[in-house]
């Protein structure tokens, strides 16, 4: 897939570019990003670059991951428009993505994180034929969940072991959206399981019982 640029009423989101080095390596540096996502620690220079310029740009050209840098409308007070977040689907299994995000330590608390997860949930809906976009965060993650939660996912349970980090499994919560949550079709037909329920009982109904 090509390069693709969002908008929503304050953010950009567009794919990470090698000038966004610096700003990424900085932001790493947040010992909350580092102890909540699977970013190496401690985070180099190299990591960053390797990051920005290779991992990023490759998993875009294979269509497995899109990841966005994320910055403002408008500029700062030094009339910057800095680094807010990075934000990326993942492709897991068929018709399923994944979501990831990190807020860096300075622009948190402002509904940056939630306004750009909302805008990659709806693109992965209508751009990339998701049914399922999936959110997982270690248990204990509490700001990671309300952003989810605010967004729409339900969180459906706790995976025991479900994600794998600095040679550890951990448990971890596991949230879902749907297109319907945002009003959006989805590209497959949905059977949730009441209606699947209703079906087989009416089914077992209708045959004749023996004698």
Known sequence: ????????????????????????HAACQDPDIQRWTTVPSPYAHEDAALFVQRIAPGAW????????????????????????????????RENTWEVGYWTAAGHRRRGYTAECVRALAHWSFTALGCTRLEWRAEVGNAPSRAVAESVGFVVEGTQRAGLFNRGTVRDCWLGALLPHDLGLPSPLPHLPADTAATARDGDRADRPGRA
């Not at 409308?73 to 492709?91: I, K, N």
């Open 61 to 92: 050209r294979d269509g497995t991951e899109y990841a966005f840098a994320v910055r403002p409308h408008a500029p700062a007070e030094d009339g910057t428009h800095p680094l807010v977040a990075a934000v990326s689907v993942h492709h897991p």
């Open 1 to 24: 897939m090509e390069h693709v640029t969002l908008t929503t009423e304050r953010l950009v989101l567009r794919p990470f570019a090698p000038a966004d080095t610096d700003e990424v």
